[in-house]
């Protein structure tokens, strides 16, 4: 079992990707939690930080929603780069500054509830 880090209460985490879910940018909060600089992640992938345990569901309906102008909104488990894991009740925005024709999107993340994150890893187990 992995070492969980719990968000404080002041933590937000916030990232950008381009449209195919690049990392442009990470803050501060994100950096330490995840345990990457921000030279490491900028330009990865954003499931650098995907935990296995993760239903692929969860994240189809996200690039759905996102893909469609709408925002999104659910409870996810990272994965730290040391082998850790924290949770997040993210909010995913569909950019409205597009370059080139290309959007991103804006993710931002907090500390969920205990009860939350009981009731996420619940749903998740029902999925695939």
């Known amino acids: ?11 937000f985490l916030v990232s950008q990707t381009d449209a195919k879910g690049n ?10 939690i995840a ?3 921000i030279d ?7 499931n650098i930080v995907r935990h296995p345990d993760m239903p692929k ?10 893909n469609r102008g709408e925002i999104w909104t659910g409870y996810v488990k990272n994965a730290t780069k040391m082998g850790g ?5 993210a909010t995913v925005y569909p950019s409205i500054a597009c370059e080139s024709g290309e959007c991103g999107f804006l993710s931002c993340r907090r500390k969920p509830s205990a009860d939350e994150i009981a009731d996420a890893e619940r749903l998740y187990k029902t999925m695939s």
């Open 1 to 11: 079992m992995s070492k969980e880090y719990v968000l404080k209460d002041t933590d």
């Open 23 to 32: 990392i442009l940018f990470a803050n501060d909060d994100f950096c330490k």
């Open 35 to 37: 345990g990457y600089t």
């Open 40 to 46: 490491e992640l900028v330009g990865k992938p954003h």
């Open 57 to 66: 569901d969860a994240f189809k309906d996200l690039w759905d929603t996102v």
């Open 85 to 89: 894991h924290y949770w997040v009740y």
